[in-house]
Every structure is written in C-alpha cells, then in structure tokens.
C-alpha cells in the first residue's frame, strides 16, 4: 500500500476519532441545555446526517484502496487546504456558541443569541464549513464518486435539517430580528 493512501486512510480515521469526541461534547452541551430551559428538538432525520458522514468516511476509504485512485499531488494541497480552512471555521463555531453548541436542533434561543463570531456574517457557517469539509476530504486523495454522491446527498441531508432548525430559531423575536436579514452560508451570497 502507497505511502500516500496509508497517510489519507490516517486521516480519515482521525476525522472519525474527532466527530467522536464532537458527539461526546454535544452530549454534555444538550445536558447542560435542557437543565437550563432549553428545549431538545425532535429530529428523526438526524440518524441521516450521522449515517451520510459516516459513510462518507468509509466511501473515500474504499474508493482510494478497492478503485485504486491516484494521489494527485496539486489536487490534495487544494483539498487539503480547503479541508483545513473548513476546520478552522468549524472550531471557531464551537468556540463561538460555546455551551449552545452541539449536534442536534436544540431550542435554546431562551438562553439567548449568539450573533458574534462567524455568526456576524451568516446565519450558518457550521454547515457551510462541514459542506466544504466532506467535499474535500475525499478529494484529497481523487475520490471523486464518494465526493460527488456525498455531495448531492449532503444537499438534500442539509435542507431537511434547516427547514427544521430555522423553523425553530426563527420563531424567537430575538434571533429573527439579529439574525433573519442575514444570508445563510456565505456572505453576500443567497
């Protein structure tokens, strides 16, 4: 096995590893949520969104070993760029919302509204980060068909997801009025 695909199947496990640890501190963030009002969100589309980034893991690992893609080097500087741009937004949400942070649609716009950070500039930054991420994770390493159909599910993950959150986040006064004139993913776009 390749240097290089021994270096990706590494990093896919640390990515794994890491949304592991994000699970446990989610877990803790709706714990300490709820014993302070908030109100869990019932979510039966979650598993969806847990199911698409696994199997986005595991899709660029097979493809990379059982397809044998090649390591294009241009290519995984970009991605790997991309990759760790997104990281840097993902973690400057979790830090941003602090204990409001986690996984799951949780009503906690009674605790109040985080519009400092990222939040300055668009209403959803972790989803846009996590969009590039599972975009360029598997292009690091030319995993184009795990990339392309993580994409497109990932679309339709993501507007069922936001039709619940927003429903919820923008039935608050207080987050509509600081949050609702703002775009959604990118600034100055949509």
């Known amino acids: 096995m390749d240097l290089s695909v021994i270096a990706f199947l590494g990093l896919l496990v640390a990515v794994a590893a890491l949304r592991i640890v994000e699970l446990q501190i989610s877990r803790r963030h709706q714990q300490e949520m709820i014993a302070r009002g908030a109100a869990k969100v019932e979510e039966p589309r979650f598993r969806w969104m847990?199911?698409?980034?696994?199997?986005v893991l595991i899709g660029a690992a097979l493809e990379v070993v059982l397809l044998r893609r090649p390591?294009?080097?241009?290519?995984?500087?970009?991605?790997f760029v991309i990759f760790l741009a997104a990281n840097v937004v993902r973690w400057w949400v979790i830090r941003t919302l602090g204990s409001h942070w986690n996984v799951q649609v949780v009503d906690s716009t009674s605790l109040g509204v985080i519009s400092s950070?990222?939040?300055?500039?668009v209403r959803h930054p972790?989803?846009?980060?996590?969009?590039?991420?599972?975009?360029?994770?598997?292009?690091i390493h030319t995993a184009w068909i795990t990339?392309?159909?993580?994409?497109?599910a990932h679309i339709a993950v993501l507007s069922?997801?936001?039709?619940?959150?927003?429903?919820?986040?923008?039935?608050?006064?207080?987050?509509?009025a600081s949050m609702a004139n703002k775009p959604r993913f990118i600034p100055g776009v949509f």
């Not at 847990?50 to 199997?55: E, F, M, S």
């Not at 390591?71 to 991605?79: K, N, S």
């Open 160 to 176: 069922m997801r936001l039709s619940t959150e927003e429903r919820v986040l923008l039935a608050n006064p207080e987050y509509q």
């Open 117 to 121: 950070g990222p939040f300055r500039y």
């Open 71 to 79: 390591f294009i080097p241009i290519l995984a500087a970009v991605m």
């Open 126 to 139: 972790n989803y846009a980060a996590v969009f590039a991420e599972m975009l360029a994770l598997p292009l």
């Open 50 to 55: 847990v199911l698409l980034h696994t199997a």
């Open 147 to 152: 990339a392309v159909v993580g994409t497109l």
